[in-house]
């Protein structure tokens, strides 16, 4: 059989192709706007203005735009790219897993649930996520060496967390931000994303496994290819877990430990814990320090632990510049002003829709809206205010709004090239976005199916 020639354009290409497309859409697509309140947008306010072209100039400078927009996440990851290029340099990792590969003799199976309950548990209850970068070079070598693919590594994390957050019972990034627009508690409707989040999740890690098992059983079922990944373990060559990479392998932990619970908005959950409302400035300081603390561990001297970290930080370089890249084509599309008109067009369509029909096209509507507008608390700010009031009228709950909201959200930024979470971690795990694609597309019809099966229960009794 003769071997297709045409092979998926790389991760840079594919987003500046969408920028393109973004910046030739301002050229048809109306502008408008909407009149706002304290930076919301105001119902029925919807108005055209001055057209606003994006240009070959405005393409060209999108990127380092967008750049400049998610400078605090691209730092974020340039820090934990230095602190694993010092802890990798010790070779405390590598001892790690190897000592895990070796104690779990066979199992490493059960690592697949339990790690994707803990990431979906962060997933549905304070949005994790963006945090989730900072996972991929710490358990890509562990599934890399049991043998796995790295695409069994990324779905690990990226599904764990990704069920968690479609049905987000207490994010209060997206739900909470998105519940105080629509004017509900964030406890209304609580028990139908429990509910989602219980079979979400259930249906995620048997995917997960079924495909690992798969693998496992013949590497030639990979749809990448078993090893691929950058980030891997030699099990021919054992490195000794000594003492001082045990205490390396602490410190190590406690970084990741005193991150989840630094973000974790813990009043917001009505937990009595002591909330320390950290961010991506905190948490990279926070890697910093985690990583000179660690050279000096290893006994390092000043200029080498520098040099390592500055090239652990290079490893990341194209991680931070394809976050960076995404986020151009939400700036293109706000200076060609036509994000208000795309939001505008919804509230048109969703205008005298009997509630069923009301809640599933809020639903479908916030699909495309979401590759546009990957952000869910930047969506939920934008199109919340506009479309809840429209829920009043229809007789939908603005509970529904929201769930129909969050589920549409979460879906897409699994599967969109414009995420920019998705795309760093196939970056890291070095998976075309198409093999991505070929992996993931059957459990999401399952969940776009099984969401809008929920939405119309949630109508019925409500």
């Known amino acids: 059989m003769k071997e297709s020639k045409f092979h998926m354009p790389t991760a840079y290409t594919t987003l500046f192709l ?209 090893g691929v990944g950058k980030i891997q373990v030699a099990m021919d060559e054992t490195v000794p877990f000594t003492p001082r990479r045990k205490v390396i392998m602490v410190v190590f932990t406690l970084v990741f430990l005193v991150m989840v619970y630094a973000v974790v908005p813990f009043d917001e959950m009505g937990l009595p814990l002591p909330v320390l409302g950290w961010w991506f400035p905190e948490l990279s300081a926070l890697f910093l320090v985690g990583g000179v603390i660690v050279g000096l561990i290893d006994r390092q001297r000043e200029a080498e632990i520098a040099e390592t970290f500055v090239a652990g930080c290079a490893d990341l370089l194209g991680v931070a510049l394809i976050i960076g890249i995404s986020r151009g084509i939400t700036v293109l599309m706000n200076d060609g002003s036509i994000t208000d008109t795309v939001l505008h067009w919804g509230e048109e369509a969703l205008s005298g829709a009997t509630p069923i029909v009301f809640v599933l096209l809020v639903y479908l509507i916030y699909l495309p809206l979401t590759i546009l507008i990957p952000s869910s608390s930047g969506l939920a700010t934008l199109s919340i205010p506009i479309i809840a009031p429209l829920g009043k009228f229809a007789g939908v709950g603005g509970d529904l709004v929201v769930t129909a909201f969050q589920s549409a959200s979460g879906l897409v930024n699994m599967i969109t090239p414009t995420a920019a979470v998705l795309m760093g971690a196939l970056a890291l795990g070095h998976v075309p976005y198409d093999r991505w694609v070929k992996f993931v597309w059957k459990l999401i019809l399952y969940f776009l199916a099984l969401t809008m099966m929920l939405l119309i229960v949630g109508v019925i009794i409500g």
Not at 45 to 53: A, E, G, K, L
Not at 73 to 99: E, P, S
Not at 148 to 160: E, F, K, N, P, T
Request: with cysteine; aromatic share 12%.
């Open 18 to 226: 969408l920028i393109i497309l973004v910046a030739v859409a301002t050229w048809f697509i109306p502008a408008g706007a909407y009149d706002y309140a304290d930076g919301v947008p105001v119902a029925g306010t919807y108005h055209p203005v001055d057209p606003s072209p994006q240009g070959v100039g405005d393409v060209l400078q999108a990127a380092f735009s967008g750049f400049y927009d998610a400078v605090d996440i691209c730092v974020f990851i340039l820090m934990v790219g230095g602190f694993l290029g010092v802890v990798m340099k010790t070779g405390a990792v590598d001892a790690g897993v190897a000592t895990i590969i070796q104690r779990l003799g066979g199992r490493e199976k059960y690592l697949i649930p339990i790690l994707m309950l803990l990431f979906g548990l962060g997933g549905t209850t304070y949005g994790m996520w963006e945090e989730t970068m900072a996972f991929y070079p710490l358990l890509l070598p562990v599934f890399l060496a049991a043998g796995y693919d790295a695409v069994v590594g990324i779905a690990v994390i990226l599904l764990g967390a990704g069920a968690g957050v479609i049905s987000s019972t207490v994010n209060p990034f997206a739900t909470g931000i998105a519940a105080g627009f629509a004017g509900v508690s964030l406890g209304e409707g609580i028990l139908l994303r429990l509910i989602q989040w219980v079979v979400f999740e259930t249906a995620a890690i048997w995917f997960v496994m079924a495909y690992a098992a798969k693998v496992k059983r013949n590497p030639s079922k990979s749809v990448v290819g078993v």
